[in-house]
């Protein structure tokens, strides 16, 4: 019983990970925003398992996990509006190339 | 100290496909060159992931993901991709060891979570299901005893959306910036024959009519 909980969890870890990798390395501002969903799901996946594996079973992660859901929607509509944005002014959608703060 | 041994039953071998599902999507992700079949193989990731969350007991956590995230949020960006112009291959000009030093911290962050996980006794739960009917007792949850943070949550996707639309909105489209010399330039030249066709059109040729 214990040992699904653990493979949930790994299984999270995994996702966040790669979800870093992929925020640290990747040039396109909509493959950053994408892999921080990633990184959000990881957390869900969490929230979830805890909630049918946990000490106390209960539906609270679940409900935690659904508005995790509702904020990571409204981050990924803002983050593109700011890529659009930017894109206008700058003309290009290449996260290493938006460095106005380090010149 | 681990504790591989898991007992195979009908549970843990879904669990591996799907987990296998995820994880495929999520490196296709980061070994594809086109940033379009990024997003698809993401998408196919968290198509899995809903899967899991059936596994959990999770239905309508499940279905809210497939609709949000499998829908909306790819949708959106490849709505974002589409607006954007993108090199043809997402090469990348990272300095090698850049790169490398964000594996090695991504590995070590993995093996610290994994060493925590695998080390950690966790207590057995009392064995017994969530509940009878799942979204039943969600939706009467989200109502009762999380009313104001449901309301509260309401009220800031909606603030959210506004945000993006004015974000997103051309107002002025006479001012010029100095730095956006190049989709300046792009603008004008677009617009220039267009122009030009247009008083061609409106004015009649010189040379008169033969008639």
């Known amino acids: 019983m214990s040992t699904m909980l653990a493979s949930f ?13 992929g925020v640290l390395t990747k040039r396109s501002a909509v493959i950053v925003l994408l892999s921080i969903e990633l990184m959000l ?12 594996y946990g000490v106390v079973p209960s539906l609270k992660g679940q409900v935690f996990s659904l508005f ?10 803002v983050g593109v509006a700011i890529l659009i944005a930017l894109y ?8 290493d190339e938006y460095d106005d703060l380090r010149r | 100290m681990f504790n591989f041994s898991m007992e195979l039953n009908g ?23 086109k940033v379009v079949h990024m997003v698809v193989s993401l998408a196919f990731s968290f198509v899995g992931l809903a ?37 043809k291959q ?24 994994f060493f925590a996980i695998r080390g950690t006794q966790f207590p057995t739960p009392a064995d017994k299901p969530l509940s009878e009917d799942n ?56 617009s220039e024959p267009l122009s030009s066709g247009l008083q061609q059109l409106q004015e009649p040729p010189k040379g008169g009519n033969p008639t």
């Open chain 2, 51 to 87: 899967g899991i969350y059936v596994l959990l007991e999770a239905e309508f956590v499940a279905f809210v993901q497939v609709l949000v995230y499998a829908g909306a949020i790819s949708i959106l960006m490849i709505f974002g991709i589409m607006m954007t112009r993108h090199d």
């Open chain 1, 9 to 21: 969890l790994t299984l999270a870890a995994i996702l966040f990970c790669i979800g870093l990798y």
């Open chain 1, 88 to 95: 206008r002014n700058r003309g290009t959608a290449n996260v």
């Open chain 1, 41 to 52: 799901n990881a957390v869900n996946l969490n929230l979830v398992a805890f909630s049918k």
């Open chain 2, 90 to 113: 997402d090469e990348v000009i990272m300095k090698p060891w850049k790169e490398a030093l964000a594996a090695i911290g991504c590995l070590a962050l993995f093996g610290v979570l």
């Open chain 2, 135 to 190: 979204t039943l007792a969600l939706g009467k949850l989200l109502f009762t005893e999380h009313v104001i943070p449901f309301e509260l949550l309401s009220v800031l996707l909606t603030v959210a959306f506004i945000g993006a639309i004015v974000l997103a909105k051309n107002d002025d489209p006479t001012s010029i910036n100095p730095s956006s010399a190049l989709t300046d330039q792009s603008s004008v030249s677009a």
């Open chain 1, 68 to 77: 995790n859901i509702a904020i990571a929607a409204a981050e990924a509509a």
């Open chain 2, 11 to 33: 549970q843990t071998i879904a669990f591996f496909a799907l987990a296998v599902c995820v994880i495929t999507g999520a490196v296709l992700m980061l070994n594809f060159t």
